[in-house]
């Protein structure tokens, strides 16, 4: 038997995912995991760059928009659309933060526009922002 049966028809024809009520779609999980592990990739850099005796300052420049995520995506379970919207925001911003690493040669780099513009974009599916308007 398919779980497709126990799934909630929307009825709307641009929802990305169908998900039981109260279980986070994955792209709201997708954009959780994708900020987390830039933000860890993040320390590990910092802590790689304190341990050899390296510069912080551009580093931590650039991590810092990728961290101010952290919190955010901490809060996706029970907040409302304020904070998708503020995490997409913050995501744009790291993005942008990021391109600039292409241009000096430091981290995040592309990796860091790759990561962000997946947490953008996952979080302006139809299915993110229904899981944040939905009732409490």
């Known amino acids: 038997m398919s779980n497709a049966a126990a799934l909630p028809h929307t009825g709307d024809l641009y929802d990305d ?6 279980v986070m ?3 709201v999980r997708g954009a959780r995991l994708i900020a987390a592990v830039a933000a860890a990739v993040g320390v590990v850099l ?3 760059t304190v341990a050899l005796g390296g510069s912080l300052g ?6 810092l928009p990728s961290f101010a995520l952290v919190p955010l995506v901490l809060l996706f379970r029970q907040a409302g659309d304020l904070v998708r919207k503020a995490a997409i ?6 993005l942008l933060v990021s391109s600039t690493g292409i241009l000096t040669g430091l981290p995040p780099g592309a990796v860091g526009i ?3 513009a997946a947490v953008a974009g996952l979080l302006l ?3 993110a922002r229904s899981w944040f ?3 409490r």
């Open 17 to 22: 995912e169908a998900t039981p009520h109260g």
């Open 25 to 27: 779609p994955g792209t």
């Open 46 to 48: 910092i802590a790689i």
């Open 58 to 63: 551009a580093l931590l420049a650039g991590y």
């Open 89 to 94: 925001g913050v995501a744009v911003l790291a």
């Open 114 to 116: 790759v990561a962000n």
């Open 125 to 127: 599916r139809p299915s």
């Open 133 to 135: 308007l939905r009732e």
